[in-house]
């Protein structure tokens, strides 16, 4: 089984910052993308931000510039987001493509459980 933990959510005022971290444990070979998507109430979820296991990054438009996405030991990833919306307002979910063995082929998404972030004005 793979697990993948978030935290650091909160309620933090407009203007503020925080920083969303995702550890990744279980049956792990490897990684490869990891990815921070969001769910605002009665709305789509959105993909925020992606690091591969490179780390090139990617960031939705409406986050660019005021959010970072950063992974260490390959297995934990962070959001760093800065300057804060109440736009941002959403349960902000860690996914990652994960493979299990050496010869696995093809990598499974994973999800954590969601961590709420609330932006007030």
């Known amino acids: 089984q793979v697990q993948l933990v978030e935290s650091g959510g909160g309620l933090v005022q407009a203007g503020g910052s925080l920083r969303l971290s995702c550890a990744a444990s279980g049956r792990i070979f490897s990684i490869n993308d990891m990815v921070w998507y969001r769910q605002a109430p009665g709305k789509q979820r959105e993909l925020v931000a992606t690091?591969?296991?490179?780390?090139?990054t990617n960031f939705a438009d409406s986050v660019k510039g005021r959010f970072t996405i950063s992974r260490d030991n390959a297995k934990n990833v962070y959001l760093q987001m800065n300057s804060l919306k109440p736009e941002d307002t959403a349960v902000y979910y860690c996914?990652?493509?994960?493979?299990?063995?050496?010869?696995?082929?093809?990598?499974?998404?994973?999800w954590g459980q969601g961590t709420q972030v609330t932006v007030s004005s």
């Open positions: 690091i591969t296991s490179g780390g090139s």
């Open positions: 996914a990652a493509d994960v493979k299990y063995e050496y010869y696995d082929s093809v990598y499974y998404r994973h």
